[in-house]
């Protein structure tokens, strides 16, 4: 979706208005309904995402010149406004694991339908996913993605709890795949704290091999805002240590958003989704 055009009011009178609300109005859903607003102003929450499309259709909004994001604060429909842009930040920022793959991540000739029943995904917000059983290639791990889709422009956090390790098959990936597990791949394997580009070989950790254990927290950072390099990163810190730079060279040249996944192979390996850091 194209850029907004705002009114000659600009982001400054808006803000000013903002500031007049704010005097007479409880402040903290005054403030974040006008964070949320101008963050979809900026183009930093995306009206393209599915459940902002449903939020329109149900909301009967007209989104083919986005014109209502121009509404001034003395509209008497300001506030539909705001409740909508904070309703699509709640969406955006949803994140849960939903069970899909790509033939192509999967073992020669396997097909996606046989690998659906490879996880138990649950938890109130779907937060836990379960391996189910070995996988059956033992040298392989099988991907599950997250709901939450990553795009550029934005940056994005999550943190992962292992509360499960396979005692036998112990490795599990974390990392972004591109959409419906296309490339680009960055991934970084719990045992070694070793990391992958697409296909490419595993490279060693520069400090020396790490592991993360169970009950570890896993606080992960994803930038593609590609503000000093032509390339988004990805940034890893475990537990309260430093965080580590894992990947700089995310591309931003392609369309598709990026998911965070997990790989595991191992019968009842489980992780969790936690609040970010």
């Known amino acids: 979706m194209g850029q907004v055009l705002l009114s000659s009011a600009g ?10 609300d704010y005097l007479f109005t409880p402040p903290w859903p005054t403030l974040v309904g006008h964070r949320e607003l101008s963050r979809l102003r900026c183009g930093l929450l995306r009206l393209g995402h599915a459940a902002s499309r449903l939020l329109m259709q149900n909301a009967g909004v007209d989104c083919s010149t986005c014109v209502f994001l121009a509404i001034a604060p003395s509209s008497s429909a300001f506030g539909s406004v705001v409740g909508f842009a904070v ?10 694991w939903v069970c899909f793959g ?12 046989e690998h659906e029943a490879e996880f138990k995904v649950s938890g109130d917000s779907s937060e836990i996913v379960t391996k189910l059983r070995d996988f059956k290639e033992r040298d392989w791990v099988v991907p599950v993605g997250g709901t939450l889709r990553l795009v550029k422009g934005g940056i994005y956090r999550w943190t992962l709890c ?22 680009p791949w960055r991934l970084l394997t719990t045992t070694r704290c070793s990391r992958a580009r697409d296909e490419e070989p ?12 169970e009950g570890d927290y896993v606080h992960i950072e994803v930038d593609l805002r590609g503000l000093h ?49």
């Open 87 to 96: 309703a699509v930040g709640s969406r955006e920022r949803s994140f849960g």
């Open 11 to 20: 982001p400054v009178g808006h803000f000013g208005l903002a500031l007049v």
């Open 102 to 113: 790509r033939k192509g991540v999967f073992p020669p000739g396997k097909p996606f339908a």
């Open 162 to 183: 292992i509360e499960r390790k396979c005692p036998y098959r112990p490795q599990l990936h974390l990392g972004v795949h591109g959409a419906g597990h296309r490339r």
């Open 202 to 213: 595993w490279q060693d950790r520069p400090g020396g091999d790490l592991s993360i254990e």
């Open 229 to 277: 390099l032509p390339f988004g990163t990805m940034s890893l810190a475990i537990n309260s240590e430093p965080e580590e730079v894992v990947f700089n060279d995310i591309p931003l040249n392609h369309s598709s958003p990026m998911m965070p996944v997990i790989c595991m192979g191992g019968d009842q390996s489980r992780v969790r989704l936690c609040p970010a850091y």
